[in-house]
C-alpha cells in the first residue's frame, strides 16, 4: 500500500546530483519549488519541465522509477485539474448539461497539472538521491542556527531519521496485520468511504500498539549504545560544500532567473 | 570482568485504583563471575528471569539490592553508566527493533558518533567492525533490505565500534531462520577466539549452549545449575523439572545408560556417534 511513494526511498547510485552536498540541494529544492509557482508563460513552464528532464537523466535513476511515484498521487493530480477544468469562470469554449468548459479553466487545468508532476518529481529528486540520513543531517545542520533559540535541532533531525528508518519495517507490519484481520473475515475493500474507515481501526489499533513496543525497545538499544544529549555527538562523514557545489548552485540559479524571465519578457 | 554480588531485582508498580505498591521480585539473588575472554550461556525458559539479568550488565536497570560489577565498575554509579556501555555492549532479540539508521555505515557508526570520538576513528573503526562481522560488503546497503541474519550481525558490528571488552547477547536468534542462526553463532563464536571477547550469550537453544565454555541454567530468579555444557546437560532431571530441552543425543545417552549400556555424557552427535560405535564394537 505505502510501498509505492518513493518520498524517503533513497536509490543508491552515483550521478552528480548523489554527489551534491546535501544543504545546498534541500535550498535548491526550495528554491525549485518557489520558482515553479511564480513562473508565468507557457515559455517559461515549457523551459522548467526541460529543466526538470535534464535533472532526471543527470540523475542517474531510472525514469520509470519517477513514474511510478507519481502513481499514488494520480487522483489528487487529475482531480485538481479536473476541477479547475470545470470551475473557472471565462469565456466559455464549451458547454454540455451543467458544466461549461471556459478558455481560462483549460489554461489553469494544464498549469495546474503541470506545477503538479514536476512539484512531485522535483522534491523527490532530492529525496531519491539523498540518503535520508544525509538529508536530516543537513536539516540538521540547517536549523543549528536556530537552537540558540530553543529550537532542539539535533532532536528534530534524530526524529525524522527514526521515521524514516521506520517507514519500510512498518509497511510491513501493515500488511501483515492486514492479512492476518483479513484472514479472521475483515474486509477492507467494500462498502461506502464510512465503513471502510471504520474497517481501518482493526487495522490501526495493533499497527500503533506494535510502534509503542518498537519505540520503547528502540529506545532501550539507543540507550545501550551511549545515545545521550550531553556529550557533543560527532558525525562519520561530515559534509563540507565544496567548489563543485558552489558552481553547481550558481548554474541552477542563473538558469532558473532566465526561466523566470522568459515570463515576464515574451 | 562480569560480576553481580547476591543480585536482587523487583518490579514496582503502583495499582492505580487502591494506590498500593506491588512488587515482584524477578531476581532472587544471583552470584555469577564470568571470567574475561569466556564463552558463557545463559539458559532459562521465558520468564526465567534471563533478560532482566541480561539488562543489569548494561545498566539499563540497576539492582534492588546487591551490586553489579562490569570491569569493576559498578552499575549502581550512574558517573560510570557511559563507561559500562562502553566497556559491555548489548544486542537484543528483535533486529528490526534495534537498528537505528536506514544504511548499513550509519547504523555502525552509532554509538561512536554518540560518544563523541573524531570521524576519522570512527571510520577505522566501522571498517574494522564491519569486517569482523563480514558485512564490510553491505557498507552502503539499506538496513531494511538485509535479512534477520544479516541485520543481527550488522547490530553486533554496532557494539563493536564501541570496542567493547563484552558483549551480552539476550537471546539474538530468537527471531531467525535457521540459516540467520548459524551466521550469528559463527560471528560469536569467532569473536570470542579470534579477539578474546567476553561473551554472554541469554538464550533457549540447547544447540546454542552445547557450543559455549560454560552453561548457566536460571529458572525463577535463581541459578540451578552452573558449570561446562557437558555438566549442566548430565543434570536430566533436574533441567526436565524445570521444563528445559536437552540435546538430542545427550537424552539417547541417558536413556542408553538406564537401559544397561556403558555408554559416557555426550553433547554433540559425533561424540555420540563414538560411542555408540565403540559399543557396537565390543559386542562384536
Given at each position: 500500500?505505502?510501498?509505492?511513494?518513493?518520498?524517503?526511498?533513497?536509490?543508491?547510485?552515483?550521478?552528480?546530483?548523489?554527489?551534491?552536498?546535501?544543504?545546498?540541494?534541500?535550498?535548491?529544492?526550495?528554491?525549485?519549488?518557489?520558482?515553479?509557482?511564480?513562473?508565468?508563460?507557457?515559455?517559461?513552464?515549457?523551459?522548467?519541465?526541460?529543466?526538470?528532464?535534464?535533472?532526471?537523466?543527470?540523475?542517474?535513476?531510472?525514469?520509470?522509477?519517477?513514474?511510478?511515484?507519481?502513481?499514488?498521487?494520480?487522483?489528487?493530480?487529475?482531480?485538481?485539474?479536473?476541477?479547475?477544468?470545470?470551475?473557472?469562470?471565462?469565456?466559455?469554449?464549451?458547454?454540455?448539461?451543467?458544466?461549461?468548459?471556459?478558455?481560462?479553466?483549460?489554461?489553469?487545468?494544464?498549469?495546474?497539472?503541470?506545477?503538479?508532476?514536476?512539484?512531485?518529481?522535483?522534491?523527490?529528486?532530492?529525496?531519491?538521491?539523498?540518503?535520508?540520513?544525509?538529508?536530516?543531517?543537513?536539516?540538521?545542520?540547517?536549523?543549528?542556527?536556530?537552537?540558540?533559540?530553543?529550537?532542539?535541532?539535533?532532536?528534530?533531525?534524530?526524529?525524522?531519521?527514526?521515521?524514516?528508518?521506520?517507514?519500510?519495517?512498518?509497511?510491513?507490519?501493515?500488511?501483515?496485520?492486514?492479512?492476518?484481520?483479513?484472514?479472521?473475515?475483515?474486509?477492507?475493500?467494500?462498502?461506502?468511504?464510512?465503513?471502510?474507515?471504520?474497517?481501518?481501526?482493526?487495522?490501526?489499533?495493533?499497527?500503533?500498539?506494535?510502534?509503542?513496543?518498537?519505540?520503547?525497545?528502540?529506545?532501550?538499544?539507543?540507550?545501550?549504545?551511549?545515545?545521550?544529549?550531553?556529550?557533543?555527538?560527532?558525525?562519520?562523514?561530515?559534509?563540507?560544500?565544496?567548489?563543485?557545489?558552489?558552481?553547481?548552485?550558481?548554474?541552477?540559479?542563473?538558469?532558473?532567473?532566465?526561466?523566470?524571465?522568459?515570463?515576464?519578457?515574451? | 570482568?562480569?560480576?553481580?554480588?547476591?543480585?536482587?531485582?523487583?518490579?514496582?508498580?503502583?495499582?492505580?485504583?487502591?494506590?498500593?505498591?506491588?512488587?515482584?521480585?524477578?531476581?532472587?539473588?544471583?552470584?555469577?563471575?564470568?571470567?574475561?575472554?569466556?564463552?558463557?550461556?545463559?539458559?532459562?525458559?521465558?520468564?526465567?528471569?534471563?533478560?532482566?539479568?541480561?539488562?543489569?550488565?548494561?545498566?539499563?536497570?540497576?539492582?534492588?539490592?546487591?551490586?553489579?560489577?562490569?570491569?569493576?565498575?559498578?552499575?549502581?554509579?550512574?558517573?560510570?553508566?557511559?563507561?559500562?556501555?562502553?566497556?559491555?555492549?548489548?544486542?537484543?532479540?528483535?533486529?528490526?527493533?534495534?537498528?537505528?539508521?536506514?544504511?548499513?555505515?550509519?547504523?555502525?557508526?552509532?554509538?561512536?558518533?554518540?560518544?563523541?570520538?573524531?570521524?576519522?576513528?570512527?571510520?577505522?573503526?566501522?571498517?574494522?567492525?564491519?569486517?569482523?562481522?563480514?558485512?564490510?560488503?553491505?557498507?552502503?546497503?539499506?538496513?531494511?533490505?538485509?535479512?534477520?541474519?544479516?541485520?543481527?550481525?550488522?547490530?553486533?558490528?554496532?557494539?563493536?565500534?564501541?570496542?567493547?571488552?563484552?558483549?551480552?547477547?539476550?537471546?539474538?536468534?530468537?527471531?531467525?531462520?535457521?540459516?540467520?542462526?548459524?551466521?550469528?553463532?559463527?560471528?560469536?563464536?569467532?569473536?570470542?577466539?579470534?579477539?578474546?571477547?567476553?561473551?554472554?550469550?541469554?538464550?533457549?537453544?540447547m544447540d546454542?549452549?552445547?557450543?559455549?565454555?560454560?552453561?548457566?541454567?536460571?529458572?525463577?530468579?535463581?541459578?540451578?545449575?552452573?558449570?561446562?555444557?557437558?555438566?549442566?546437560?548430565?543434570?536430566?532431571?533436574?533441567?526436565?523439572?524445570?521444563?528445559?530441552d536437552i540435546p538430542q543425543v545427550t537424552r539417547l545417552m541417558y536413556?542408553?545408560?538406564?537401559?544397561?549400556?556403558?555408554?559416557?555424557?555426550c553433547i554433540?552427535v559425533?561424540?555420540a556417534?563414538?560411542?555408540?560405535?565403540?559399543?557396537?564394537?565390543?559386542?562384536?
Amino acid at each position: 500500500m505505502f510501498k509505492d511513494i518513493i518520498i524517503g526511498q533513497y536509490i543508491n547510485a552515483d550521478s552528480v546530483l548523489h554527489r551534491l552536498d546535501p544543504k545546498i540541494k534541500i535550498i535548491l529544492t526550495v528554491l525549485y519549488v518557489v520558482v515553479l509557482f511564480i513562473i508565468r508563460g507557457s515559455v517559461s513552464y515549457v523551459l522548467f519541465a526541460l529543466m526538470t528532464l535534464c535533472l532526471v537523466l543527470m540523475s542517474n535513476i531510472k525514469p520509470k522509477v519517477f513514474i511510478k511515484g507519481l502513481k499514488p498521487l494520480v487522483f489528487i493530480i487529475i482531480f485538481t485539474a479536473v476541477m479547475n477544468l470545470l470551475l473557472t469562470p471565462g469565456t466559455v469554449m464549451v458547454r454540455f448539461w451543467i458544466f461549461k468548459i471556459t478558455y481560462e479553466g483549460i489554461r489553469s487545468a494544464v498549469i495546474m497539472f503541470t506545477r503538479l508532476v514536476l512539484l512531485v518529481t522535483g522534491t523527490s529528486l532530492l529525496t531519491l538521491t539523498t540518503s535520508p540520513l544525509k538529508l536530516t543531517d543537513a536539516i540538521e545542520t540547517l536549523l543549528s542556527p536556530l537552537s540558540h533559540i530553543k529550537v532542539p535541532a539535533h532532536e528534530i533531525a534524530m526524529m525524522m531519521s527514526i521515521a524514516i528508518r521506520f517507514i519500510p519495517t512498518l509497511a510491513d507490519e501493515t500488511d501483515k496485520i492486514q492479512k492476518a484481520q483479513t484472514s479472521r473475515g475483515a474486509d477492507f475493500q467494500s462498502g461506502n468511504i464510512i465503513t471502510r474507515a471504520r474497517a481501518m481501526i482493526p487495522l490501526l489499533v495493533p499497527l500503533f500498539i506494535s510502534a509503542f513496543r518498537r519505540a520503547d525497545e528502540l529506545a532501550t538499544a539507543m540507550d545501550s549504545r551511549c545515545y545521550n544529549a550531553t556529550i557533543k555527538r560527532t558525525k562519520l562523514n561530515t559534509s563540507r560544500i565544496g567548489k563543485a557545489d558552489i558552481s553547481y548552485a550558481l548554474v541552477f540559479i542563473c538558469t532558473n532567473i532566465i526561466i523566470i524571465m522568459f515570463g515576464y519578457i515574451i | 570482568m562480569l560480576e553481580t554480588i547476591n543480585l536482587r531485582f523487583e518490579f514496582r508498580d503502583e495499582d492505580l485504583e487502591t494506590g498500593e505498591i506491588l512488587t515482584d521480585e524477578i531476581l532472587h539473588g544471583i552470584d555469577l563471575k564470568i571470567e574475561k575472554g569466556s564463552f558463557v550461556t545463559v539458559l532459562g525458559h521465558n520468564g526465567s528471569g534471563k533478560s532482566t539479568l541480561a539488562k543489569h550488565f548494561n545498566a539499563i536497570l540497576t539492582p534492588s539490592s546487591g551490586n553489579v560489577l562490569v570491569g569493576g565498575l559498578n552499575t549502581r554509579d550512574t558517573k560510570n553508566v557511559f563507561d559500562i556501555r562502553k566497556r559491555c555492549g548489548m544486542v537484543f532479540q528483535n533486529p528490526d527493533n534495534q537498528i537505528v539508521a536506514a544504511i548499513v555505515e550509519d547504523e555502525v557508526a552509532f554509538a561512536p558518533e554518540n560518544l563523541g570520538i573524531d570521524p576519522k576513528i570512527i571510520r577505522e573503526r566501522v571498517d574494522a567492525s564491519l569486517k569482523a562481522v563480514e558485512m564490510y560488503d553491505y557498507m552502503h546497503s539499506q538496513t531494511s533490505k538485509l535479512s534477520g541474519g544479516q541485520k543481527q550481525r550488522v547490530a553486533i558490528a554496532g557494539v563493536l565500534a564501541m570496542e567493547p571488552e563484552c558483549i551480552v547477547l539476550d537471546e539474538p536468534t530468537a527471531m531467525l531462520d535457521p540459516r540467520g542462526r548459524r551466521e550469528v553463532i559463527s560471528t560469536i563464536k569467532r569473536l570470542n577466539k579470534t579477539k578474546n571477547m567476553t561473551v554472554v550469550l541469554i538464550t533457549h537453544y540447547m544447540d546454542e549452549a552445547v557450543q559455549s565454555d560454560r552453561t548457566v541454567v536460571i529458572d525463577d530468579g535463581k541459578v540451578v545449575l552452573d558449570g561446562t555444557p557437558k555438566e549442566v546437560f548430565s543434570h536430566i532431571e533436574t533441567l526436565d523439572k524445570i521444563g528445559l530441552d536437552i540435546p538430542q543425543v545427550t537424552r539417547l545417552m541417558y536413556k542408553l545408560r538406564q537401559d544397561g549400556f556403558d555408554v559416557p555424557e555426550c553433547i554433540t552427535v559425533d561424540e555420540a556417534k563414538q560411542a555408540i560405535l565403540n559399543i557396537l564394537g565390543k559386542r562384536k
